[in-house]
């Protein structure tokens, strides 16, 4: 889109996020997964708890957050995942570098990254064609501003091209008491596939003092664990 053709009437809304997410240092949500259109059978669907923990030792170019998403057992801190196999009995640890592990894309849907990227919203402020302000509605009682960013799919190409969450177009719900998302709306409309990832993020605590050793994720009793870099 040429500049005169681009909607920026939502990009004050968005850098508001930017900054109440650069104040982040724990946080603690219900999230909720679901799909809608035409393909919503193929959306990952769930529902539990995140909990999202800063290291302040960490250096924040290299990644500096943990997520801990209890719906599915798993925690991503800056260098690993790692998650339970209920069935087999195992723990399950591996480096952020293997690229084999089924569940690599389960943080992403549900550990909000936009706000624990090194540069939070880096995709919403570098790639996008246009920042659409939707006016206010409310979400789960909360009221939010809503801004549809569309994207410029030819950007931001490489390893994770492949994930759910990069599509081309979200529709942003962010409360408009602490500027953090009620809802995520990822669309993906290419006139022969339509469907959209939808997640509901409800009771958000901010800030609520959680230490990134209180995620880690233990051994039961009667378990092994596989760990693997």
């Known amino acids: 889109l040429t500049?005169?053709?681009?909607?920026?009437?939502?990009?004050?809304?968005?850098?508001?996020a930017v900054e109440a997410a650069q104040d982040l240092t724990s946080l603690t949500a219900d999230v909720k997964l679901?799909?809608?259109?035409?393909?919503?059978?193929?959306?990952?669907?769930?529902?539990?708890?995140?909990?999202?923990?800063?290291?302040?030792e960490a250096d924040p170019a290299q990644g500096a957050w943990h997520t801990r998403v209890d719906t599915t057992y798993i925690l991503r801190s800056p260098e690993q995942i790692v998650w339970i196999d209920h069935e087999k009995k195992v723990v399950q640890e591996r480096g952020l570098r293997d690229r084999s592990s089924q569940f690599r894309s389960i943080p992403e849907l549900f550990?909000?990254?936009?706000?624990?990227?090194?540069?939070?919203?880096?995709?919403?402020?570098?790639?996008?064609?246009?920042?659409?302000?939707?006016?206010?509605?409310?979400?789960?009682?909360v009221e939010c501003d809503v801004v549809l960013v569309r994207y410029d799919m030819t950007k931001g190409k490489g390893p994770r091209d492949g994930s759910m969450t990069r599509t081309p177009a979200t529709k942003w719900f962010f409360s408009?008491?602490?500027?953090?998302?009620?809802r995520v709306e990822r669309i993906t409309d290419t006139g022969g596939i339509?469907?959209?990832?939808?997640?509901?993020?409800?009771?958000?605590?901010?800030?609520?003092?959680?230490?990134?050793?209180?995620?880690?994720?233990?051994?039961?009793?009667?378990?092994?664990?596989?760990i693997r870099n």
Not at 121 to 134: F, G, I, V
């Open 111 to 141: 550990g909000l990254g936009e706000l624990t990227s090194p540069e939070p919203y880096a995709r919403e402020l570098r790639e996008a064609t246009s920042w659409q302000d939707l006016g206010t509605e409310t979400v789960n009682g």
């Open 176 to 182: 408009t008491d602490d500027h953090l998302p009620r």
């Open 34 to 56: 679901s799909g809608a259109g035409g393909f919503a059978d193929w959306v990952p669907t769930g529902e539990g708890e995140i909990r999202l923990a800063k290291d302040a």
């Open 194 to 226: 339509s469907f959209t990832i939808v997640q509901d993020v409800n009771n958000v605590r901010v800030n609520p003092g959680i230490e990134p050793a209180s995620l880690a994720i233990e051994t039961p009793e009667g378990y092994t664990r596989s």
């Open 3 to 16: 500049a005169s053709a681009q909607d920026t009437s939502g990009k004050a809304d968005l850098l508001a």
